[in-house]
């Protein structure tokens, strides 16, 4: 049956395919988005023009709209969850948020991949006095931020919650945070790569699956966080020399300190940061393995280098 969905944030990367599966399942979408980056959606959807962090805008956006399930591509704080409980609280019927990976690597390092029960989310402190809203601090508040609002919308219970934590998502002409590009720049460059741990493997996913999910995630009706990642973890050692073979180049790597600062690459850690993915596989998901996507990736990288 067709739903009436609002996805907050849903113009670029896996948000904007995540859109397009909607609507070709025959799904009313509304988008809600700043109005900066264009859509080629044209009048297919709906189109709200709203800052989510501004709450007195939002209350007035949504006054008398509601949803069937809404998709938070851009809850990046506890106050953003502050806003949406105050906004949503009673008018959704399924609010599902875009939670990450990193939420882990605020635990104590541990060989086995993370399962969801392994987060306290509910033990987490909020601050209520950090600065959340400036942009200078947006990178340094990323990992804090994401848990702390999957925390806010917890405690606060007013949302009938599901917090997807995807893997890294890579792949696809519109990945535009240039992390598997470095890869590929550094081998098609010959430079050398340094690295911290060999065996410290990293969850991947790639775009079109992260949106194949968050889909899936979207018409259940479990409760609480799930992860999201496909087979075949990678440690950066291991991506850096998948890309050195496909590339038909000699990988060059050295060892470095763990605490080295400014030389170590994307997705190089200290340790593992794997996600167990049981709690998807029982609810009925299968994910895919890297190995079906990956090497493609990197091409698509590769030409965008040449």
């Known amino acids: 049956m067709a739903k009436n969905i609002l996805v907050i944030g849903g113009t670029r990367y896996f948000g904007k395919l995540l859109v397009q599966r909607l609507l070709r399942a025959g799904h009313r979408v509304t988008i809600a988005t700043r109005g ?7 009048d297919r959807i709906g189109r709200i023009r709203v800052d989510r962090r501004n709450e007195h805008a939002m209350r007035n956006a949504f006054r008398e709209l509601s949803f069937d399930i809404v998709f938070d591509q851009m809850c990046y704080s506890p106050l953003d969850a502050a806003i949406s409980t105050r906004v949503f609280a009673g008018k959704v019927g399924r609010y599902v948020m875009t939670s990450t990976i990193d939420a882990y690597r605020e635990l104590a390092p541990r060989e086995a991949a993370f399962r969801e029960g392994d987060l306290p989310v509910l033990a987490q402190r909020i601050d209520t006095v950090y600065p959340w809203h400036d942009p200078a601090r947006a990178i340094e508040c990323y990992v804090s931020g994401k848990v702390q609002a999957e925390a806010y ?18 792949g696809g002409p519109e990945d535009f945070t240039g992390r598997l590009a470095h890869y590929v720049d550094l081998v098609r460059l010959r430079g050398t790569l340094h690295y911290a741990n060999a065996a410290a493997r990293v969850s991947f996913m790639e775009a079109q699956e992260a949106a194949d999910f968050l889909v899936w995630a979207g018409m259940q009706e479990f409760r609480g966080p799930v992860n999201a990642a496909c087979d075949g973890a990678l440690s950066a050692l291991e991506l850096h020399a998948r890309v050195a073979a496909l590339l ?26 794997a996600l ?16 079906d996507w990956l090497d493609d990736a990197i091409r698509q990288h590769d030409l965008a280098f040449v």
Do not use: W
């Open 248 to 273: 038909d180049e000699t990988p060059r790597s050295l060892k470095v300190a763990a605490q080295a600062p400014g030389v170590l690459s994307p997705f190089d850690f200290a340790t593992p940061l």
């Open 36 to 42: 900066y980056a264009p859509d080629p959606f044209g």
């Open 276 to 291: 167990d993915t049981a709690r998807a596989r029982a609810l009925g998901y299968r994910f895919g393995h890297t190995d």
């Open 153 to 170: 919308l917890e405690r606060d219970g007013s949302l009938p919650l599901a917090t997807v934590r995807l893997a890294h998502v890579l």
